[in-house]
C-alpha cells in the first residue's frame, strides 16, 4: 500500500542517516525472499488503558507466534486481550483456514500472554504466561496445553510452576521488566522441555518424557542473580538452555547443556565478554550439530542503540567462535531459525527514545552461519495504520518459523486508541543473495 511504502522508505532513510557516522549495514527494501501478501488473522480494538490487574480496560489483539507443519500449513497463535484468550488456528499455505480460531487457554477472568509454539508431527504444543495472582507480589504461572490431531483439538491446559512469586516475569531492574520470560522446546523423539523464569530471580525447567502428558516437578537451574528471557533447544539426549540476568548493566549471556535429557545440567558458562547489556537469546541447533546463537545487545544508553548479534559453536558449545554484529544500531530481540544449511534471523526494529519498535528486519545465511546476506525488511511487516509493534506486555516473543525453503513471519501492531491487527507472511528462501563477510564483522566488545 502506498502509506506503508512511506513508513518503509522513511525507516530506511532514518536508518541512512544515522549510520553515516557509524558505517554500519543498512537495511534496504530489496530482498532475495519472495513474499507472499500477508495473511490477518485477527482484528481488535485499539485500548489499552491503565494496568489493573485482571480487571485492566484492554481491547487489542497482540503476540502473534507462527510455525510450519510439515504438509506446508501454517499454525497461528495468538492474544485477545477484551476476552483474555489465546487462540490458535490453522492456515493452508495458500493463506485460507482450515477451521476457525480456537481459544485454548479456557480462563476468561485471567490474562493469558505470549504464546510458544511447537510441532512435531501432529502433536502442537502451545506454552504461555497466564497472570494468576498467587499471593505473591507478582502475578504469573507457566501453562501448557497440548494438540494430538494437528491443532483441530486441544487438552485442559496444565500448571507446570504452580508458585505465588510471578512466573514469567523476566527482570531487568526491580521496577523495569518484561512478561514472557519463558522458553519451550521438542525434541525430534517428542521429549517437551518448558523453562521460565520469577520476578525475584531463580530459573525453572520441567520436563517431559512422554509428549507432554506428564512433566517433571520443576528444577531450579539457576538463582544467584535475576535469570530472564530463557531460550531452548534439544536434540536427542542434549539439552541446550541459554539466559541472560537483571540488575547488571553489564551482563552477559549465560548457557547450561545437558547430555541426559535435562535430568542434570553443567555449571553455566559465560557464551561472550561484551561491553554491554547482553539480552533476550535465541539458539538453534542444525544438523550438523552446530549450535548457532542470537542475542541484542546495548551498549549502555537507550535501547534504540542497540544491536543484534550473532555467534556459532561447531562442537557442541564446547568452543565458540568469535560474536559478530548482523545489525545496525536500532534492533533488538532476535529471533533464529535454522533449516538444513540455511540460517534465518530476524529481529525488531527499533527507534526513538521509548524504543518504540515498527516494521521486523532479516538477514540469511545459507552456508550454515559462515556468512551472511546483507540485512532487509522483512515485507509486510509495518502496520499501514502506522501502529507500534505488538508484544506490549513484553518483547520476549517468537515470531519466526523456517521449514524446508519456506519462510513464515508473524507479527501484530497496535494504534492507540483506534485499532490493532495480527497477521503473518509467508516466503521462499532462495539461493544466492549478497553476504556479508563473515570477517568484517565486529565483535560487541569492539566498538
Known amino acids: 500500500m502506498h502509506l ?3 513508513l518503509r522508505v522513511a525507516i ?18 530489496q530482498s532475495t525472499i519472495r513474499w507472499d501478501a500477508p495473511t490477518d488473522v485477527a482484528r481488535g480494538g485499539g485500548q489499552r488503558g491503565e494496568w489493573r490487574q485482571n480487571n485492566s480496560d484492554y481491547d487489542y489483539v497482540d503476540d502473534t507466534t507462527v510455525a510450519l507443519a510439515a504438509d506446508g500449513d501454517a499454525l497461528v497463535a495468538w492474544v485477545d486481550q477484551r476476552r483474555k484468550e489465546i487462540f490458535v488456528q490453522r492456515r493452508a499455505p495458500d493463506g485460507t483456514p482450515r477451521r476457525e480460531p480456537l481459544g485454548i487457554s479456557r480462563s476468561p477472568g485471567i490474562y493469558s500472554w505470549l504464546p510458544r509454539l511447537a510441532l512435531v508431527g501432529d502433536d502442537v504444543y502451545v506454552l504461555w504466561q ?8 507478582h502475578g504469573g504461572e507457566t501453562f501448557l496445553a497440548t ?3 494437528g491443532g483441530a483439538t486441544f487438552d485442559t491446559p496444565k500448571n507446570l510452576s504452580r508458585s505465588r512469586n510471578g ?20 525434541s525430534e523423539r517428542g521429549d517437551v522441555y518448558a523453562a521460565w523464569t520469577e520476578f525475584d530471580g531463580p530459573l525453572w525447567l520441567a520436563r517431559s518424557h512422554d509428549r507432554g502428558v506428564t512433566f517433571t516437578p520443576p528444577q531450579r537451574i539457576a538463582e544467584k542473580q535475576p535469570a530472564r528471557a530463557p531460550a531452548l533447544v534439544a536434540t536427542g539426549d542434549v539439552v541446550y538452555l541459554a539466559w541472560s540476568v537483571g540488575d547488571d548493566a553489564m551482563a552477559d549471556l549465560r548457557l547450561a547443556m545437558s547430555n541426559d535429557r535435562g535430568a542434570t545440567f553443567g555449571t553455566p558458562r559465560i557464551l561472550a565478554h561484551t561491553a554491554g547489556f547482553s539480552d533476550a537469546p535465541k539458539l538453534a541447533i542444525d544438523a550438523a550439530d552446530t549450535l548457532h546463537v542470537a542475542w541484542s545487545e546495548t551498549a549502555g544508553g537507550p535501547f534504540d542503540r542497540s544491536r543484534v548479534h550473532y555467534i556459532r559453536s561447531t562442537n557442541r558449545g564446547i568452543t565458540f567462535e568469535p560474536a559478530r554484529a548482523l545489525s545496525t544500531e536500532g534492533a533488538g530481540y532476535p529471533d533464529l531459525a535454522v533449516d538444513s544449511n540455511t540460517v534465518v534471523v530476524t529481529w525488531e526494529l527499533i527507534a526513538g527514545p521509548r524504543a518504540r519498535s515498527r516494521g521486523l ?8 552461519g559462515v556468512t551472511f546476506d546483507e540485512p532487509t525488511l ?3 511487516s509495518i502496520d499501514p495504520a502506522g501502529g507500534f509493534n505488538g508484544s506490549h506486555q513484553g518483547r520476549l516473543m517468537e515470531k519466526l518459523a523456517v521449514r524446508d525453503g519456506r519462510i513464515a513471519i508473524a507479527n501484530s501492531a497496535l494504534a492507540h486508541g483506534r485499532a490493532s491487527r495480527a497477521w503473518f507472511v509467508r516466503g521462499q528462501l532462495s539461493v544466492s543473495g549478497a553476504t556479508l563477510r563473515a570477517n568484517a564483522s565486529t565483535q560487541p566488545g569492539d566498538r
Open 4 to 6: 506503508d511504502r512511506m
Open 12 to 29: 530506511t532513510v532514518c536508518l541512512i542517516v544515522s549510520s553515516c557516522s557509524r558505517r554500519q549495514q543498512i537495511p534496504s527494501e
Open 130 to 137: 497466564e497472570i494468576v495472582f498467587s499471593g505473591g507480589s
Open 147 to 149: 494438540s494430538r490431531d
Open 167 to 186: 512466573d514469567g516475569k523476566g527482570r531487568i531492574t526491580h521496577d523495569v521488566w518484561h512478561n514472557g520470560s519463558h522458553a519451550l522446546a521438542v
Open 361 to 368: 528486519a532479516l538477514t540469511v545465511s545459507r552456508d550454515g
Open 378 to 380: 522483512v515485507a509486510h
